[in-house]
């Protein structure tokens, strides 16, 4: 077993009862039914502003800055040197990459429509 493997299985593992827990409620429909409803990006940004910390925010972009990294096929030391982002939170987005829902993969299809 990889090193990235073992701190894959290390974080699932240390989950908590409530993370384990159904994330989809009438709450988080709410929520989704606002952000596909809105198309300003400075509405948006105050929106991400309102919702979460400053460094929600970075983080929750680093990851999908580690995941645009990952399926270019870089080196998770590379992607560490470049984002700044631990071992155990590339290692968890490869695992989203590999295993998740595909929210990541349409993200970057997002972005490399924006790129051209």
């Known amino acids: 077993m990889s090193s990235e493997e073992k701190i894959a299985k290390k974080t699932s593992v240390r989950r908590s009862a409530a993370e ?12 989704l039914c606002v952000l596909a409803k809105l198309d300003d990006e400075d509405v948006i940004f105050a929106l991400l ?3 979460f910390t400053i460094r929600e925010i970075r983080e929750t972009s ?5 995941a645009r990294l990952l399926a270019a096929g ?5 992607i560490e040197q470049a984002t700044g982002a631990s071992a155990t939170t590339i ?6 990459l590999s ?4 929210g990541y993969a349409t993200a970057l299809k997002i972005l ?5």
């Open 74 to 78: 870089k080196s998770y030391a590379m």
């Open 20 to 31: 384990k827990a159904p994330v989809k409620s009438a709450d988080v429909e709410d929520l």
């Open 49 to 51: 502003e309102d919702l």
């Open 62 to 66: 680093q990851r999908l800055a580690v």
């Open 99 to 102: 295993y998740g829902t595909g």
């Open 112 to 116: 490399d429509k924006e790129d051209e």
């Open 91 to 96: 290692a968890r987005v490869s695992k989203c």
